[in-house]
Nanobody
């Protein structure tokens, strides 16, 4: 069984920074893609950033160089460093693991989400 544990987030002042972590645990052989999505009430979940096992990254258009995603393959952990936060970044941030290879097959789980609130 694979568990996805998110940490970080909380209340941040406008213009400030915050770092989110996503740690996958359990019987894991490999994880193709690790990433973050976010969602606000009434809106669809949107891409924030993803990173492949080889380090290839993709970002949502709204990021504009403010966020950096990284991962530690040995720890099955991804990090999202966010800077220059503004009120529009307020959302629930979800960790997403794409194609996790386990002894029981391939799964793509989501984390439970962590709230990031940017105060103006």
């Amino acid at each position: 069984q694979v568990q996805v544990l998110e940490s970080g987030g909380g209340l941040v002042q406008s213009g400030g920074s915050s770092t989110l972590s996503c740690a996958a645990s359990g019987s894991i052989f490999s994880i193709r893609l690790m990433g973050w999505y976010r969602q606000t009430p009434g809106n669809e979940r949107e891409l924030v950033a993803t990173i492949s096992k080889n380090g290839h990254t993709e970002y949502g258009e709204f990021v504009k160089g403010r966020f950096t995603i990284s991962r530690d393959n040995a720890k099955n952990t991804a990090y999202l460093q966010m800077t220059s936060l503004n009120s529009e970044d307020t959302a629930v941030y979800y960790c997403y693991l794409d194609r996790v290879l386990t002894p029981d097959g391939v799964i793509s789980p989501w984390g439970q989400g962590t709230q990031v609130t940017v105060s103006s």
